[in-house]
């Protein structure tokens, strides 16, 4: 069964960093697209990053663009987002996410096949 679990969330003040981590099980992983999605209070689910299978391509929101980092590590099947410079804005549930040979712009778009239990991320002014 594969599950993804995610970690690291937490209250922060605005301008502070976070590390979000998303620890994947099952025999294959980097078979993947991965990415991450956040869920704002009343708000829909939207993406926020998204990394290629081989790690060496990522698209981000411009919301997020220039301040937040998607990586990942194959070898451990870890998933990463670093954020820096957090607003207020950034409040919501993170979700990370994963798609069995699926392109970035797939899973951008919510073609999803797992996903996380969601960490809570809470950034105050």
């Known amino acids: 069964q594969v599950r993804w679990v995610e970690s690291g969330g937490g209250l922060v003040q605005a301008g502070g960093s976070l590390r979000l981590s998303c620890a994947a099980s099952?025999?294959?992983?980097?078979?993947?697209?991965a990415a991450w999605f956040r869920q704002a209070p009343g708000k829909e689910r939207v993406p926020v990053a998204a990394i290629s299978w081989s790690g060496v391509s990522t698209t981000y929101a411009p919301s997020v663009q220039g301040r937040f980092t998607i990586s990942r590590d194959n070898g451990r099947k870890m998933v990463y987002l670093q954020m820096n410079d957090l607003q207020p804005d950034d409040t919501a549930v993170y979700y990370c996410?994963?798609?069995?040979?699926?392109?970035?712009?797939?899973?951008?778009?919510?073609?999803?096949?797992?996903w996380g239990q969601g960490t809570q991320v809470t950034v105050s002014s």
């Open positions: 099952g025999r294959t992983f980097n078979n993947y697209a």
């Open positions: 996410a994963g798609k069995i040979r699926g392109a970035m712009s797939e899973i951008m778009a919510g073609s999803v096949d797992y």
